[in-house]
């Protein structure tokens, strides 16, 4: 850089009012233009063949769930706090968070206010990549934390073995962020796209952002706003397939909780972990926080049903199609309730972007069906659920079809694979033995018995009461919660089997379910009982385990 240009830089940051975010950028792009006289962009270009293979950042957080995915971040200090640890081995560190759970670890490699560099980085990726991981527990995905302004650091992320790079809305233009964006995905890195207003998170999901973190700080003032998350989450409500995570001010697991119930998918921590004594015990406490659970009326036999479950707030609405039901409902019947709740959400039908939501890949993960069903019921609740057992798929399909279900559930024995069959997700059942404190089995042994029988294919998984005589479904009793909680633990699952409004707030707390279903838990004398149905709602979805 000429002698002119450094006096001119020096000028500018000496006697402009210029906010902590604008002296960062420009000295950003002081640094940058400095790397490009040492090693050129195209001599970056030419190392892209030997460059580490790439996790997607997306897929990566999905997987984790049922548990909040946490991305821990390393960073010695910061502009607002000073030094945090300045003296911290950044691999070690982030081995560290890896070996607790993290899905992410964000490494930052801004050296003037942050006093990270790019070797942070790479020694992060070479000592993760020492290690074995599989598809059980894969490598957590690096993310290049930084103020990336320009294509030179797009490359340079790649190289040293970023999976993701950040990309803060607040310094780029809009061609400016489409033309990363685009150059990041072309090396195989899907970025994290840093908001912290509504127009920027407008800016960001406009532009095709699909994981988008809300910053609570302030990057002008760096003052902290904790309402941030939720306020811009409910902005980027109906955007598709769109994952939110909370950044910045996160302290606890209270902190998680309040993020993920507002709308977040997924926690950013940094400055909490870097302090802890313990961040391994921090970053175990933060996965295990689970959002309110999902709520499914089984059994309504009339439009009444349906609309005192869509009063209620239910997320979804169960038709039994099952001739041996008392429940059981004809086609011609089930077409006026659908009619019904479906005009009561303001859609004949749900809208094309969110069926294309529902019609994904039959063999993807039971935590992204999961993610994606979530997501489709915040937009358009509550779906319709059929409820079939042991039906042909020809009689289910052209039920499908006439009455316009949303999702069906197999109740019965079939094989995994008929999921591949029916035209909309499938919700299987797992029957569980009943709780019987004479099973001798150990609860692990009867864990993995439950988890060898699933395989791809469904949408997701019910975990259901049968009795010894072999009744499958409605028996009114429940199944052991301690298995439950084990299997939830490894799969988001929906659970049913005697639940009841007096005890569904325990079974919350006890096993920690994707989803809970009820049909005579709700009932008084065979009929939906307005007052239970509201009860149970409420008491499901505001147990002391969720917010």
């Known amino acids: 850089q000429s002698t002119w240009g450094q006096l001119n830089y020096a000028f500018i940051m000496a006697t402009t009012q210029l906010t902590i975010l604008e002296r960062i950028v420009i000295q950003r792009r002081q640094d940058v233009e400095a790397a490009k006289q040492t090693v050129s962009q195209q001599r970056l270009m030419e190392q892209l063949a030997d460059a580490p293979e790439c996790i997607n950042l997306a897929n990566r957080l999905r997987c984790e769930y049922p548990s909040v995915p946490v991305m821990a971040e390393v960073k010695r200090a910061s502009p607002s ?96 962020l489409k033309e990363l964006m685009d150059l990041s995905r072309e090396l195989r890195m899907e970025p994290l796209v840093e908001v912290a207003n509504e127009v920027e998170m407008e800016r960001a999901v406009k532009l095709g952002a699909r994981v988008i973190g809300i910053n609570n700080r302030d990057l002008h003032t760096f003052q902290m706003d904790m309402t941030r998350t939720l306020r811009l989450a409910q902005v980027a409500a109906d955007a598709d397939d769109v994952f939110l995570v909370a950044l910045s001010g996160i302290v606890s697991a209270e902190d998680v909780k309040r993020f993920v119930n507002g709308g977040a998918n997924a926690v950013l921590v940094g400055e909490s972990l870097m302090r802890s004594s313990d961040p391994g015990s921090m970053i175990q406490a933060f996965r295990a926080v689970r959002p309110k659970p999902l709520v499914k009326i089984c059994g309504c036999k009339t439009v009444e049903d349906a609309m005192l479950a869509v009063e209620s707030g239910a997320d979804f609405i169960g038709l039994i199609f099952v001739p041996s039901s008392r429940r059981c409902v004809t086609a011609e019947v089930a077409s006026t309730i659908v009619s019904a709740v479906r005009q009561s959400r303001g859609a ?43 039906q042909l798929i020809d009689e289910i399909n052209q039920i499908v079809t006439q009455v316009g279900l949303d999702l069906i559930q197999l109740h019965g024995d079939e094989p995994f694979s008929v999921a591949a069959t029916v035209s909309v997700p499938v919700i299987k059942v797992l029957h569980v033995q009943a709780a019987d404190s004479t099973q001798e089995d150990t609860l692990q042994n009867r864990c993995n018995n439950v988890l060898e029988t699933v395989e791809t294919g469904p949408a997701v998984l019910l975990l259901d009461t049968m009795l010894k005589g072999g009744q499958k479904g409605g028996t009114g009793l429940p199944f052991d919660w301690d298995l439950g909680r084990m299997i939830a633990g490894q799969l988001p699952v929906m659970v049913a089997g005697g639940l009841t409004p007096e005890n569904v707030r325990e079974a919350v707390i006890e096993m920690s379910p994707w989803a809970v279903d009820v049909a005579g838990g709700v009932e008084t004398d065979g009929t939906k009982d307005l007052f239970k149905v509201k009860k149970f709602v409420s008491e499901a979805k505001f147990s002391e385990s969720v917010v």
């Open 81 to 176: 706090k000073g030094d945090i640890a300045p003296g911290i081995d950044a691999a070690a560190q982030a081995f560290r968070y890896a070996e607790a759970g993290a899905a992410a670890i964000s490494v930052l490699t801004e050296p003037n206010w942050f006093k990270g560099t790019l070797q942070d980085m790479l020694g992060s990726r070479l000592l993760l990549d020492s290690r074995q991981w599989t598809s059980e527990r894969p490598r957590p995905a690096i993310l290049r934390k930084d103020f990336i302004i320009d294509a030179y650091q797009v490359y340079e992320a790649r190289i040293y073995g970023a999976d993701t790079i950040l990309l803060i809305v607040a310094c780029l233009s809009d061609q400016e």
């Open 348 to 390: 004949e039908t749900l809208s094309r972007d969110v069926q294309g939501m529902l019609n994904q890949d039959p063999g993807q993960s039971y935590s992204e069906w999961a993610w994606r069903i979530q997501k489709v019921v915040s937009r358009s609740r509550p779906l319709i659920v059929g409820v079939f057992q042991n």
